[in-house]
Every structure is written in structure tokens, then in C-alpha cells.
Nanobody, 113 residues
Framework: QVQLVESGGGLVQPGGSLRLSCAAS????????MGWYRQAPGKQRELVAR???????NYADSVRGRFTISRDNAKNMVYLQMNSLKPEDTAVYYC???????WGRGTQVTVSS
């Protein structure tokens, strides 16, 4: 059973920072590329960051330079460091493997003054 548990979301002011965590189980974690996705109200889910098995990262244009994805294979964890947050970043954030179809509950990020 594949399980993905996101955490670390919350309410933050514009310009603030948050660090999201994703704990994965039921997979050989080190053999899977991982991605962070988000879904804002009234919008479709979108990929915001991806990290390969070798640690190479890719980002959506909207977050490049502000977000950093990382992974710890020894802990089966993937992280998303979010800096300089904007109201447009408000969404539920999810993690997922490249080829998987399982989603966790997500974690809510709200950027507002």
C-alpha cells in the first residue's frame, strides 16, 4: 500500500516562508522521482517542483527561484522549502511519485495579510 503524508502547511504573510514535508511508504523510495503539486480553489492541480532519483530538481516558472525541493532517501522524505511566498501560492499542496496515482490528503498553504 502506497501512502503519502504531507505536512507543514499553515497561514503565512506575503514574503514569509514555510517548509513542507512528505513522508512516503509502500514504495522503494530511492527508485522514484518525486513531485510536489498544488491545487488552488477553482483551478486544476499543477506540478510545481520535481526531483529525480539522482537529486536533479525542476520547477514551474511561477516558483523558480523561490522554492527548493529536496529529498532524504534514508528517511523516505521529500521536502519543499518555500520562500518569498505570494498570495498566488495559496493552495493545497500534495506530493506524488512520477508514475503513481495515489495522493495523500495534502496540506493547506494560505498566504494572506
Amino acid at each position: 500500500q502506497v501512502q503519502l503524508v504531507e505536512s507543514g502547511g499553515g497561514l503565512v504573510q506575503p514574503g514569509g516562508s514555510l517548509r513542507l514535508s512528505c513522508a512516503a511508504s509502500g514504495i522503494i523510495f530511492r527508485l522514484n522521482a518525486m513531485g510536489w503539486y498544488r491545487q488552488a480553489p477553482g483551478k486544476q492541480r499543477e506540478l510545481v517542483a520535481r526531483i529525480t532519483t539522482g537529486g536533479t530538481a525542476n520547477y514551474a516558472d511561477s516558483v523558480r527561484g523561490r522554492f527548493t525541493i529536496s529529498r532524504d532517501n534514508a528517511k523516505n522524505m521529500v521536502y519543499l522549502q518555500m520562500n518569498s511566498l505570494k498570495p498566488e501560492d495559496t493552495a493545497v499542496y500534495y506530493c506524488k511519485t512520477d508514475g503513481g496515482s495515489n495522493w495523500g490528503r495534502g496540506t493547506q498553504v494560505t498566504v494572506s495579510s
